[in-house]
């Protein structure tokens, strides 16, 4: 597994790490924690060492599986762990609560990358107490870097003008082959000041794995129920971009799966964090890297997925 520098940080990192929301239990179905540990010791055997989660993720089990995992595969030593504040405890006196309560179900002295989940939608909390809290927490050593989530570049820009004795090092964001709307402005200006896009949903939740189409739909069991990207029409539109895909897994011995993933890899301002629910699908996520399409085909699939993206409507009704 090829190893990268994750942006500004000294981190050394996979080349895409691993989403930790299915460990919920709640979004994307059950899920025991014996899943959870031997999809966890698969991505340590093909040399994955970043792990995503968050402390909305099945209101604390994600993290309580995630921290526990890794403790018992004896693994902490060998891995980062990267966890988002929930966005609607963003005052001061949450996040120092949150924070304890996270290191303490993750079973870390320190977290390596500490989010924020997204804005303070609902209490209108100021970003500068925020900001200068979670700055606070890097200083006494709880934190060691500090990032932000689904936000949009006007508030990034706003977050970061915050803080004085640190800076913002990523942003995760809905990121993948058919939802590009980050292309727009946010990606040009993370390239520009050294801030690496951690793209969640790089699959788009399953639809450029080429399962499903308007004639198989999802059973609507987790949160793809409501997802308009799961639409006849949508998965209609998709539908080239899929078979593009295909195309191209066929000539290099891939899936279509691990094909978007390169497609995503190509750019190293980009680390996507596939999510997994069985080891078997931790290997195939793993299968992503190591190799190159031509440069023709990244084209083809850049030029595609960007039109498409376009045509999807997120208006269901």
């Known amino acids: 597994m090829e190893k990268i520098r994750l942006g500004r940080t000294d981190m050394r990192v996979s080349r895409l790490g691993m989403g930790a929301w299915q460990f919920s239990g709640d979004a994307w179905g059950a899920f025991s924690y014996e899943q959870a540990k031997a999809v966890v010791a698969k991505a340590l055997e093909v040399g994955i060492n970043f792990f995503d989660t968050a402390a909305v993720y099945g209101r604390g089990r994600s993290e309580e599986f995630l921290g526990r995992a890794i403790r018992e595969l004896g693994a902490r030593d060998q ?17 120092l609560a949150s924070v304890e309560n996270q290191r303490r179900r993750l079973g870390v002295d320190a977290i390596d990358l500490y989010q924020v989940h997204w804005p303070a939608c609902w209490h209108n909390t100021p970003i500068c107490e925020t900001m200068k809290t979670l700055e606070e927490l890097v200083d006494r050593g709880l934190v060691r870097y500090i990032g932000v ?37 946010l990606l040009p200006y993370l390239r520009r000041e050294g801030i690496v896009l951690i793209a969640w949903s790089p699959l788009a939740k399953g639809v450029l794995t080429g399962k499903y189409t308007p004639e198989n739909l999802p059973q609507f069991e987790d949160v793809r129920r409501n997802d308009p990207l799961f639409t006849p029409g949508n998965l209609k539109i998709a539908a080239p971009l899929v078979e593009e895909l295909k195309r191209i897994a066929a000539r290099y011995g891939k899936t ?17 964090i596939p ?4 080891p078997e699908q931790v290997t195939e996520n793993a299968g992503a890297v190591g190799w190159l399409m031509s440069d023709d085909e990244w084209r083809t699939l850049d030029r595609l997925g960007w039109d498409i993206s376009q045509r999807i409507l997120y208006v269901t009704w």
């Open 79 to 95: 891995v980062y762990i990267a966890t988002k504040i929930h966005g609607d405890w963003l005052r001061r006196v949450d996040i």
């Open 149 to 185: 989530s689904n936000f949009p570049l006007a508030l990034l820009e706003h977050a970061r003008w915050c803080l004085s004795r640190t800076d913002i090092v990523t942003s995760q964001n809905r990121y993948n082959l058919i939802e590009r709307e980050a292309d727009k402005e």
């Open 256 to 272: 279509p799966a691990q094909v978007a993933l390169n497609w995503l890899i190509r750019d190293p301002w980009i680390y996507p």
């Open 275 to 278: 999510g997994a629910k069985t």
